[in-house]
């Protein structure tokens, strides 16, 4: 008798789905009932789709932290690492070097005295001598992907090509990013 309940009911579901699904969907001709039926469809998908990110963002919260970390470690796509170039202007800093270094001590305060000089050395090949706390200052960063490492064999130094969001590609050292 329980297996007969259960049957009518999955028929009854089925039959109650199969209603909600109008049949002619591909006979309608008039452009209007297609367009409005589109946008029905449209709503429900992304009403579908909030309630899921809901859902989502609710798991994620109430998940155990620790078990959360492992399944994302063995599941992760690979995602190309992320560097920062610095930028003054809209020119990226391929390099820099200290040209000036003195440190001393005011005889009449007792206190320690920096002067520092840096060059900066441009995408372009032009250089530019700033003082420590200006450049400092001055400078910002962009994102870029890395394309691939490369590494000196004699130096042992190692480069990375990147990719800036807005599709430039330099070979930068890794002393100069981020």
Known sequence: MKKENKKNKKVEEEKEIESNIPND???QKEEGKD?????????EIEDLKKENKRV??????????????IYYQRNREKVPPVVKLRTIGDKVIMGWRTVYDKVDQDPVTLRWREKQ???VLY????SQQFALLDYVK??????ADVLSTSTDTE???IAFKVRTRDGREYVIGAEFVN
């Open 117 to 119: 000089t840096v060059e």
């Open 155 to 157: 130096t042992g130094k």
């Open 123 to 126: 995408e372009d090949g032009k």
């Open 35 to 43: 367009v409005s039926l589109s946008d029905e469809i449209m709503r």
């Open 138 to 143: 001055l400078y910002t960063h962009i994102e």
């Open 25 to 27: 969907i591909d006979t």
């Open 56 to 69: 989502n963002d609710l798991l994620v919260q109430v998940a155990d932290k620790k078990q959360l970390a």
